[in-house]
């Protein structure tokens, strides 16, 4: 095994600026084949990207985290990309529910601390889990989301899970987003329209009022202080992103360097 790290993306970040979605998703899975798969949380952007893999002759797998508190209109949603768009989705699940997990350790959404450790327990475990199988996970993050996303590299490493992140819509500006779902008729979570920008589980997940920022209803119980469920690394302060460890041949083609197969 060989060490990947964030700074020997720099220059292939540079170069994918140029690129489409498609191509970034296409150039993904020529590098990773089957050992690549889309993470969504069957939200507006993870819709799109679904969308997007039913448009490709060969789809990639798409893993989503059913917390065992989501609303009824997501797994709904799910169902619908499911049957719809013909793409295989993995539904990953906690070891516990949220009644066990609660009878041994609180309830732990009340706190800021507990709201890492239940963020942990019931969305990054359960994809650290099978993190194994893949060398590459395809997301949904876009800068015009702002906050940390704002900086949001199109290729990062993923210490946690061993892994590629790569985020091929990272240069879609909301107007873009929203005419894409308009043109294609992307599937997408009804309570959008009723006053959810963003949906995460029932417990932590209120309306927002027109003037206040999309994310203000994630965790609104908790003040300012938790904004992120911590699945995506890039999420998290930049400080924690060392490298991961893949096949030297597998890093030499992520990069495009040559191999000589003489030497
Ligand atoms: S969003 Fe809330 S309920 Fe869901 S995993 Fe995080 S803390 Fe737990």
Same mark, same amino acid.
């Given at each position: ?109 009340? %706190? $800021? ?6 963020? *942990? #327990? ?9 993190? +194994? /199988? ?91 202080? %938790? $904004? ?6 890039? *999420? #998290? ?9 893949? +096949? /030297? ?15």
């Amino acid at each position: 095994m060989a060490r990947l790290t964030q700074a020997d993306l720099i220059d292939l970040n540079h170069t994918f600026e140029e690129r489409t979605p498609l191509e970034l998703i296409q150039w993904t899975q020529e590098i990773f084949g089957e050992r690549v798969a889309a993470i969504s949380a069957m939200q507006q952007a993870g819709n799109v990207l679904c969308h997007m893999l039913s448009k490709i002759e060969k789809s990639s797998r798409v893993l989503f985290v059913d917390t065992g508190v989501l609303f009824e209109e997501t797994l709904q949603t799910r169902d619908r990309i499911v049957s719809e768009y013909g793409i295989e989705v993995v539904t990953l699940e906690p070891n516990q529910t949220m009644a066990e997990q609660t009878a041994e350790l609180g309830v732990l959404y009340l %706190s $800021v601390d507990g709201q890492k450790q239940c963020c *942990d #327990l019931r969305k990054t475990q359960p994809l650290l889990e099978i993190a +194994d /199988q893949f060398d590459a996970l395809i997301g949904s993050l876009r800068r015009s989301d702002g906050g940390q996303r704002a900086q949001c590299p199109i290729l990062a490493v993923d210490p946690q899970a061993n892994c590629l992140r790569i985020n091929p819509l990272v240069n879609m500006n909301t107007e873009q987003l929203q005419a894409y779902i308009a043109e294609n008729k992307v599937i997408t979570n009804p309570l959008h329209e009723q006053g959810y920008p963003t949906i995460g589980c029932n417990r932590c997940t209120t309306p927002v009022m027109p003037e206040e920022p999309k994310r203000a209803g994630r965790w609104r119980h908790l003040g300012p202080w %938790s $904004v992120y469920c911590g699945i995506n690394p890039t *999420d #998290l302060d930049p400080e924690h992103s060392p490298a991961i460890e893949l +096949d /030297q041949d597998l890093i030499d083609r992520i990069l495009g360097r040559e191999t000589d197969f003489m030497i």
